[in-house]
């Protein structure tokens, strides 16, 4: 009995076998159990000795069985850990980072250039009143030029805004005829239809600079050094004249085309050179109607497209990459 029970000790496997081997040999009605209780049976002389023999084997056997059970529990921890274990040399697995944006990225460039020239950042609502987007504009009702900014209607009287110029008009009344120095960067909207270079939906960054005299000069060096600053001092400028109702004189920049250098090429339609705003001196109409005088005062607008801006910067041919969200074109950007 003793060499049996001993034997199933060794062999069990796992705790569970382990107690149910006590149990059999140990438990109430196990067979060392059952052994002490026919003791009765025995001729009293013999029992002391019978006796002590197995309580010696029932001691033993105990001790057995928590040796092995100690035994079980280390093996069963350290299949544990093994199982846990991280092997720290497999490959991460990797997961998608999102990056700014390219045209998020330009409008950041464009602002740290201008508030290093001095200017604050000012904001207005993309659904606009008419009469900031065009009257304050000197675009009074049937004037012609509306017809090159055709909008989005709301009411008669509120349309989704055509350029960023109506921040011009709120920035001068809440300056209340102080001098102003803003940039306004922000959405805009047109019943364009979309194509390479143009889109229903785009942005512009309003300039616009009020002092006593400030100069057409003024507004071609803000702007060649803008150019200089986001391009490169190698890039040339021209300015065109060009016809805004809220400007006297109009002009138009454009920059060479850094694609073929300004020898021509598909990008800049063979011209060598890219148009990427409009500006011109504020006109005293527009200047009166948002409360300064005309005769103590002067300045220069310009607004100019966000995305001609990216185009021109990172090669971009096609603007509805902007907008498409091809992730395939918005992955070379990440850097930015
Ligand atoms: C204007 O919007 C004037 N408000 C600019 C201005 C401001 C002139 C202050 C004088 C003083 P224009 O319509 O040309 O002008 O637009 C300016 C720029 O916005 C263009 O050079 C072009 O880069 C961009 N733009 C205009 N329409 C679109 C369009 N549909 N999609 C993408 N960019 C456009």
Redesign the pocket.
Known sequence: LRARAMEAVRQAETEQELSETRVAYLGKKGELTQFLRQMGQLAPKERPAVGKLVNSIRRELEEAVSRKEKELKEQALAEQLARESVDVTLPGRTFDQGSIHPLSSIVEQIEDIFIGMGFQVADGPLVEWDYYNFEAMNMPKNHPARD??DTFYITEDILMR????PV?ARTMESRKGKPVKVICPGF?F?R?DDDA????Q?S?T?GLVIDKNIAMSDLKGTLTEFAHRMYGEDRRVRFRASY?P??EP?A?MDVSCANCGGDGCHVCKKTGWI??????MVHPRVLEMSGYDPEKYTGF?????I??VAMLKYGVDD?RYYFNNDLRFLRQFVSL
């Not at 055509?162 to 110029?165: A, L, Y």
């Not at 270079?197 to 229903?200: D, K, P």
């Open positions: 090159m900014q055509t350029h960023t110029s011009q805009a047109r364009d270079t143009h889109s229903h785009f512009q309003e805004f809220f400007v109009g138009e148009e990427i705003l409009g500006a011109g607008a310009f607004g100019m497209g995305e001609r603007i």
